[in-house]
């Protein structure tokens, strides 16, 4: 079971998170749940609507894109962070290629975190905007 901090730390790494403090960093912390996945496991898949985000903990998973097979990815990867924001459909299909220790938050219980704190709603959607503006402008 991960400690409170090495959750805030692994909340640290993900882009979309980027301009939150450790306060802020650690409220949504404490909405992921960690949960545990066989190998073989499809975690997302492509073109269905996203649910949840994803930070592998432990373990690798094997992604495709549009059929092509991507490199896998291992410990600290994470994935589907728009669904917290969208109701874009599923750019790839992660499946677990070992057992995997993951953090798993709830596009609800974020949505719920963003509406009780404006700060951190802010520092989101800028982190968003951001990573989404053209960089050719």
Known sequence: MLRKDAKVELMRRVPLFAGCSKRELAAIASLADELRFESGRTLIREGERGREFIIVVEGEVEVRKNGRKLP????????GELA?????PRSATVRTSTPVRALVISDHDFQRLLTSSVQIQSKVLRSLAERLAPTDV
Not at 84 to 88: C, H, Q, R, V
Request: glycine content about 8%.
């Open 72 to 79: 896998r990815r291992g410990d600290y990867s994470f994935f």
């Open 84 to 88: 917290l924001l969208t109701d874009a």
